[in-house]
């Protein structure tokens, strides 16, 4: 799998792209408070950042359609959290508040991502003075999420490759063996990853 | 000046197998050797040693680099000067980005910004990479991430480079790539593979290992011509050093 599943776009020439990424993870937090802070009985006001982020993702030459795409790849998880308000008298409304929010929120941080590459966010970080054992490990996330899901695409290649019945009990039997082998694996791989950064000179 | 000396090493693993058992070499400097030897025998644990990686607790100096006692304090220095090249390249780049992985040996060394820039500069211009510089590791093939490791090993500029595998993950030509830019390396060169073919073109000395012992160690073609000893550790006698070649056609015989 492509890891750039995450941030397809972030290395693309647009006046959004050349802006300092300082300037755009304060810009992307700073409206983020602004929409969570957004009164929740007046519907009409979420218009004017949804328009000011429609004009950004225009600007950015991201396609439309990827987008929308991956808005809905995770509405769902926004619907399901936001519909347990429909059952409370009068939840219609914190609903809607909260379908926006999440929304434009996800929008914003979509946004920011595929506009800024992952490296210079974590160089914000450490100028801006994140302890920088956290911003390592958000580096190596970063770096082996990809490298362990390709992991377990393989083994569950060759796990359907010899499974002839899968029976729904058998299936997560096997299922969990393969999550126990990933983790044994993950922790070997840390330990040759952390052989390899001291052999050049980490302390 | 040696380049490294070890003396009577033996290593345990916390569960108690023995991977190295009285371990004696030493390696003169601008040499070539080629550690071979089944799997299991002993040579990564070796290597992982020559630049104090292994033990996890450095008490007794069995090893010394360029006349360095591999010890604590040392180990910066130690680490510097031995440039380490993993099996698999996943595991060496670490980084974001193909940059930031060659630049993080000299960065860790503590090297201004500017120098770093120019040693990364160089190191991806010796290894044939200039303009990836941007690309993330995830999406390079196994020829150009196993070069980007190399680049990280060479912008520290180290003068001993020691080597586990470096062709195993390589197709031919990526093999024939790499030999002949190991070949025109001007550094101690300690390589641990399976590959003899690269061990006769690039090694003027073989050391053999098994057992977590060196069973054998002399001039390449002298060790690697005898079918016996080569049959007895799990490997075989290379196909370029077969006296009666199967494919060499005589010019008598047309």
Same mark, same amino acid.
């Given at each position: ?203 | 000046?040696?380049?490294? =000396? ?11 197998? =023995?991977?190295?058992?009285? !371990? ?20 990564? &644990? ?51 980005? !193909?940059?930031?992985? !060659? ?12 120098? !770093? ?9 010796? =290894? ?64 641990? &593979? ?25 001039? &390449? ?27 060499? &056609? ?5």
């Amino acid at each position: 799998m492509r890891h750039d599943f995450l941030d397809r776009y972030s290395r693309l020439s647009s006046p959004v792209h050349r802006l300092p990424a300082g300037v755009k993870l304060g810009c992307a937090i700073g409206s983020i408070l602004l929409i969570v802070g957004l009164p929740s009985g007046s519907l009409w006001l979420f218009g004017l950042p949804t328009l000011a982020l429609l004009v950004i993702a225009a600007v950015s030459r991201i396609p439309p359609s990827f987008l929308v795409r991956r808005i809905l790849f995770f509405e769902p998880l926004i619907v399901g959290i936001a519909a347990l308000n429909l059952l409370r008298p009068g939840g219609g409304e914190v609903f809607l508040a909260i379908l926006a929010k999440s929304t434009l929120s996800l929008f914003t941080m979509i946004l920011l991502a595929n506009t800024t590459p992952f490296h210079a966010l974590l160089r914000v970080f450490r100028v801006a003075g994140l302890p920088a054992l956290l911003v390592t490990v958000l580096a190596l996330m970063y770096r082996y999420l990809f490298v362990l899901v390709d992991e377990a695409e393989r083994m569950s290649r060759a796990r359907s490759s010899r499974t002839f019945d899968p029976g729904a009990l058998r299936l997560w039997r096997v299922m969990a063996t393969v999550i126990v082998q990933l983790f044994v694996r993950s922790s070997e791989r840390a330990e040759r990853i952390f052989a390899a950064m001291t052999a050049r000179g980490w302390q | 000046m040696n380049a490294l =000396t070890i003396r009577h090493l033996s290593y345990c693993y916390p569960d108690g197998t =023995t991977a190295l058992d009285d !371990v004696t070499m030493s390696v003169e400097e601008n040499e070539c050797i080629g550690l071979i030897g089944p799997n299991g025998s002993g040579k990564s &644990t070796l290597l992982l040693h020559m630049n104090g990686i292994l033990p996890e607790k450095i008490s007794v100096n069995s090893v010394s680099v360029f006349g360095m006692a591999v010890s604590r304090e040392t180990l910066p220095a130690i680490r510097r000067m031995v440039g380490l090249l993993f099996q698999d390249p996943d595991d060496q780049l670490f980084c974001p980005t !193909v940059f930031e992985d !060659v630049a993080f040996g000299p960065r860790q060394f503590g090297e201004p910004e500017d120098a !770093v820039r120019a040693a990364v500069a160089e190191a991806l211009e010796r =290894t044939g990479l200039k303009g990836i510089e941007s690309r993330s590791p995830h999406h390079l093939s196994g020829g150009e991430k196993q070069r980007v490791c190399l680049a990280g090993i060479l912008a520290c500029r180290p003068r001993l480079l020691v080597l586990d595998e470096p062709t195993s993950d390589l197709d031919p030509r990526g093999k024939r790539e790499l030999a002949s830019f190991l070949e025109r390396l001007p550094a101690t060169k300690i390589i641990a &593979t399976h590959d003899l073919e690269l061990v006769v073109r690039l090694c003027s000395r073989a050391v053999v290992m098994d057992g977590g012992r060196i069973v054998a160690d002399g001039p &390449t073609v002298e060790i690697l011509s005898q079918a016996e000893l080569m049959l007895e550790h799990g490997l075989e006698k290379p196909h370029i050093l077969q006296h009666s070649h199967p494919h060499r &056609t005589s010019p008598d015989h047309g």
